[in-house]
């Protein structure tokens, strides 16, 4: 029997998740600059992904509204709104895409209590990107599909590990301009 495309994804794919989970780590989401980056570059990298979604609509409109729910947690800082996206990336196998973003989600709870333990109000629009729980259905919905993946996995792992690549690359283009002000 195949393996589970979801453990197969997993653990082809630890050492980038690190890199990019490290990324990310590195700009403090609890200051307006970290905020502002961490936002920009999550729009950037879901608006350059969400295209080769379009074969999967049920993956399509979540991760619409996850984009979107970005661009308004943006908004509510006072920042100026983001510009359209600058390029458009690879082309990508959707359920690599489904499961770089909506897997991205699983990490919340982490995010979420740093968040409390710097007394990030709750109820915060400018944090609402970060603590919205609503890609679970969706998260079912594409491991059924992973689990009953019948073709060959080489080329998947490979767009999965393009996709996680290009949240590391978005973080990488704001978050120098968030160390520079550390220093
Ligand atoms: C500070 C940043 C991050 C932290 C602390 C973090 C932490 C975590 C944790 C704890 C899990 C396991 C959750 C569970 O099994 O219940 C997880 C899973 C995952 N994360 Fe991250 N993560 C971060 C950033 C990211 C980013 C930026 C992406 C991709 C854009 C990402 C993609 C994933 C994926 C795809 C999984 C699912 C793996 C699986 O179980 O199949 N993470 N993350």
Redo the contacts with the bound molecule.
Sequence with gaps: MAADL?RV??DQ?TQV?ED??S???AIDLTTPEGLDATLRAHIA?LSSLLPNLAPCPVFAEEIGRLRDLAVASLAATGAAPVPSPSRDAAALDPLAVA??????R??A???AARLRAAQVPEGSAAYAYFRDEGSGAAWQTLRQMLASFPGEHTAIVADTSA??RI?QQE?ARFAPRFAVKEV
């Design positions: 979801r994804l997993r794919t998740h990019t989970e990324a990310f780590a990298a499961y770089v973003v909506l897997g991205s699983l990490g709870r982490v995010i996709a996680f949240f973080a």
